[in-house]
Each structure stands twice: as structure tokens, then as C-alpha cells.
């Protein structure tokens, strides 16, 4: 246990939203991403999506019941699809990658990420910061959450303002898990059955509560630093070549960030250029999966959703045709 918490702490995100690190980095990213927007229309071209065919949505959660009971917090993380796991390192599995955005919705760069998801057909799971969708100023942030569950991608609690859980117990937890369950299953109409601790941090009594919940603590095992990062095209390098260095993983970016939504739909078009190289080599392709996958009750895998495993199965199947699109068509002269 011990050496598990000193695990946990040794990885880093970004500030909390509306600190000034967090203000300073946006700034930063989004110059980066606006002077290297227009750097070429081949880059551009890249961008677009292959297979514009329509792609089976995913079960993300447990079905919603007809009246959430808002008053009882236990019904509102009943999940068994998703809650109640043992906790997710991100390396249960080779060959499959799970992309995982935190801090969000923000109304500014989401949708750009949730964009070039579809387009890819790829899931993903959005951890929610719950202080941006509440009050008036949350009513885009209320949208877009809609959005994303009409989609079918999965969502977690990422607690209410992102603080640092490392130390903390009784009325921080609830302030930070508890009402951002009670935040997030009445606004999603649907139990919430886990939980992402800011920076990764989370004391022995936080973990107490997660399990008293029935919340599986979410972690990864590919960190892309995309928060601090300045340069697109080295981040859209860093990322597809961490994934590759370890055949898949669970991915941690951040929907909020700018360089993010700017290069999310380069670093897709990277996997899929990937998986065609590797089709053509015979070789088994890093399949994009939902966070399902790496779902586990001690050492044994659960049994996935029958339209999730129908999604990685399309996946699949559609891939050699999308791959014969990227093809380049052979030159007049060449042809000749």
C-alpha cells in the first residue's frame, strides 16, 4: 500500500483550473497552436478523417434508471459496468490504447477534442471537473457534457475545484468526492462509477471512501505532459510514439488545454497511419478501445458490454478499407 501512494504522488498534472500556472500555460499553448495552424494545407489535409461511415455508439455506463434517487449517494455511483473495479494502471493491456481527457468540459477546446474523436470512430472517457457545470457560468459546460454522453464516450469525476487529495480526509473528501458525485450523476441522469484524482493523488482515507462508494480510481500509463507542452508537432510526435514504445496503454490529456484540441486530430490520423503500416506487415494493429478494457476484480478481466466489443469489432473491420484510402494514387507518370 505504501509503496502504491508513493506511486500515485509521483505523477504530476496540471494546476487547477483558474490558477494562474493553469492560465499561464493555456495562454502559452494557445499561441503555439495559432502559429502553427496554417503552417500547411498537407498538414491540414492529414487531419481529415478517412472513414466517414456511420460507427455504432458505445454502452458507456449502466442504463440510467427511470428516477435517479438524487438524495442517496451510493445509488448515485451504483454502476456495475464501470464501478466497483479494482483500480486501473493503465498497462492491464498490450495492444490497446484507451484515450482519457481530463479537467473539462470547456467550451473553448472540448469540442474541438469530441470532433475529431468521431470523426476517428475512437472512444475515449472525459474525467469532469463538476465547479464547470454548475451555476450560470456552467451552462455551456452542461452542453457539452450532454454531448459527450449522447455520444457514447464514458465519464468520471475528476472532483469539484481539482485540488491536491494527497493528504486529504473527512470534510475535504466530501466536498470533493461526494458532491461531485452528487453534481455529476444528477446532471448526467446516470450513476458515476469512477473517479480520477487530481494529479493522481489521493490519501489511505480518500481510497476508504472510493471503495465505501463503489468508485474504481482511474490512473494511466501514458502521461503526455500536454499541459505544459508549447510545441503541436513535438507533442503530436511525443504522443504516438509513447503509445507505441508501450503497445497501447491509457492515455491522460486534457480537453481544457488548447495545444490539446489543436493536435488531437493529427495525433488520431497518427494512429490510424500506424495501424495500416502494421496491417501491412502482418502485424496485429494498437486497437483504440474504451476505458472497458482495462476494467479488472482483482486479477480477473470483466466481461465487456456486447455493443463495445460490436465497436472494436467495426474497428477492425473497417480498417483495411480506410488504410486503402490513405493510399497515395500511383502518378500518370509512374503509371506509364
Known sequence: MLLAALATTARAEPAPPGSSAGSSAGSSARSSAGSSAGSSA???EAAEPRDTEARPKQVAT?????????????????DP?????????????????AFTFDDGPNPDTTPAVIDALEKYGIPAT?????????GKHGEKGREILARELAEGFLVGSHSVTHPNLKHAAGEQLTREID???????????????????????????????????GLTEVFWSVDTLDWKAHDPERLRRKV??????????VVLMHDVKPITAHVIAEVLDD??????????????????????????????????????????DAYKAALPERCARRAPEPSQHAAK
Do not use: W
Open 42 to 44: 498537407e498538414a491540414a
Open 62 to 78: 449502466a442504463t440510467p434508471p427511470a428516477a435517479l434517487d438524487g438524495k442517496s449517494l451510493r445509488a448515485l455511483t451504483d
Open 81 to 97: 459496468v464501470v464501478g466497483n473495479a479494482s483500480r486501473i494502471e493503465g498497462d492491464e493491456r498490450k495492444g490497446l490504447v
Open 126 to 134: 472525459f474525467f469532469v471537473v463538476t465547479q464547470r457545470i454548475t
Open 179 to 213: 458532491a461531485s458525485i452528487r453534481t455529476l450523476a444528477v446532471q448526467a441522469n446516470r450513476p458515476i462509477g469512477m473517479f480520477r484524482p487530481p494529479y493522481g493523488a489521493l490519501s489511505p482515507s480518500g481510497r476508504v471512501r472510493l471503495k465505501k462508494l
Open 240 to 249: 504516438m510514439s509513447m503509445i507505441k514504445h508501450d503497445d497501447g496503454g
Open 271 to 312: 494512429l490510424e497511419a500506424e495501424n495500416c503500416a502494421r496491417l501491412a506487415a502482418s502485424r496485429e494493429p494498437i486497437l483504440p478501445v474504451s476505458l472497458h478494457y482495462f476494467l479488472r476484480d482483482g486479477k480477473t478481466p470483466r466481461d465487456l458490454p456486447a455493443a463495445v466489443k460490436q465497436r472494436t
